[in-house]
Nanobody, 123 residues
Framework: VQLQASGGGLVQAGDSLRLSCAAS????????IGWFRQAPGKEREFVAV????????TYADSVKGRFTIARDNAKNTVYLRMNSLKPEDTAVYYC?????????????????WGQGTQVTVSS
């Protein structure tokens, strides 16, 4: 499966953004889709993941209550709605696909990755 992340940009603290992850070339509803982010000089960190059907989600504590992950299997797309953005949310955001049915939070469980989209939050 190929993944294409989009929707990043430069915003101010407190603003919102919606990222999209469009998939092609595979059976989309057989994959859990996760979002990760990586800031300069830091390791890639887990943000959120959604199950194959969309019925289960898991969030990192740092984004819980501010970010919402959702999917539209008819459109082969996963969304990450980010509200109340903070400067510390600045990073390149990646979407990734996993066949694991236990929602994985570690990058090693994801076989397919998109190219990333930059999110910059100014204070």
């Amino acid at each position: 499966v190929q993944l294409q992340a989009s929707g990043g940009g430069l915003v101010q603290a407190g603003d919102s953004l919606r990222l999209s992850c469009a998939a092609s070339g595979g059976t989309f509803n057989s994959y859990a889709i996760g979002w990760f982010r990586q800031a300069p000089g830091k390791e890639r960190e887990f943000v959120a993941v959604i199950s194959q059907s969309g019925s289960r989600t898991t969030y990192a504590d740092s984004v819980k209550g501010r970010f919402t992950i959702a999917r539209d299997n008819a459109k082969n797309t996963v969304y990450l709605r980010m509200n109340s953005l903070k400067p510390e949310d600045t990073a390149v955001y990646y979407c990734a696909a996993s066949t694991n049915v236990v929602l994985p939070t570690l990058p090693k469980w994801y076989a397919y990755w998109g190219q990333g989209t930059q999110v910059t939050v100014s204070s």
